[in-house]
């Protein structure tokens, strides 16, 4: 299985950014996704999460109204949105793969695959 980041990169406060995850070696539109972030000094951080059929989504607090996961499984592939960039912004963002279903879950636990990551960084 390989989930393949991309998308990071250096933007401005206020600024956008759409990250993808392309999946392979699994049946994508079985699994719930999710990306994560991680920033210096601290632990991996639920942002958001997506059911197998895009019927639920979820999202972290901190980035609920300004980001948007949406996927596309012809192309086996995750997106996040990500509008109004603020500097707490910045860390690495990592994509996921879990069990599939109706409800979505924040857990790290709660997913089997990850990708390597693509750095966000929000300048002030």
């Known amino acids: 299985v390989q989930l393949q980041a991309s998308g990071g990169g250096l933007v401005q406060t206020g600024g956008s950014l759409r990250l993808s995850c392309a999946a392979s070696g699994l049946t994508f539109s079985n699994y719930n996704m999710g990306w994560f972030r991680q920033a210096p000094g601290k632990g991996r951080e639920f942002v958001a999460a997506i059911s197998w059929s895009s019927g639920s989504t979820y999202y972290a607090d901190s980035v609920k109204g300004r980001f948007t996961i949406s996927r596309d499984n012809a192309k086996n592939t995750v997106y996040l949105q990500m509008n109004s960039l603020k500097p707490e912004d910045t860390a690495v963002y990592y994509c996921?793969?879990?069990?599939?279903?109706?409800?979505?879950?924040?857990?790290?636990?709660?997913?089997?695959?990850w990708g390597q990551g693509t750095q966000v960084t929000v300048s002030s």
């Open positions: 996921a793969a879990g069990p599939g279903g109706t409800y979505v879950y924040p857990a790290v636990g709660d997913y089997n695959y």
